[in-house]
């Protein structure tokens, strides 16, 4: 019975930390596109964003979307170099 319930325990934490690494990327995107706002270069990634998309948001807005959905899909790859 132990094992079953340390399996449920390790679910759980592993969905948990998905989910806290997808909120963290939201924070981390909206703190970034806040930056970007600031700079002239904000104004140029906006009209791309409207040309592509017809939505008017803000850039903190948009960094904090992209942060969330890259949270989702960003994986732990490892890549094992061979030396030939």
């Not at 040309?51 to 969330?68: D, I, N, P, Y």
Request: aromatic share 14%; net charge negative; hydrophobic share 60%.
């Amino acid at each position: 019975m132990s094992d079953v319930l340390e399996l449920i325990l390790l679910a759980l934490l592993f969905i948990g930390l998905i989910f806290g690494f997808a909120l963290l990327g939201t924070a981390i995107g909206a703190f970034v596109g806040w930056v970007v706002g600031l700079t002239p270069l904000g104004q140029a990634v906006m009209k791309v964003w409207f040309s592509l998309t017809h939505v008017e948001c803000q850039l903190w807005e948009l960094g904090a979307f992209l942060g969330f959905i890259c949270g989702f899909l960003k994986g732990l790859i490892t890549v094992e170099h061979k030396e030939e």
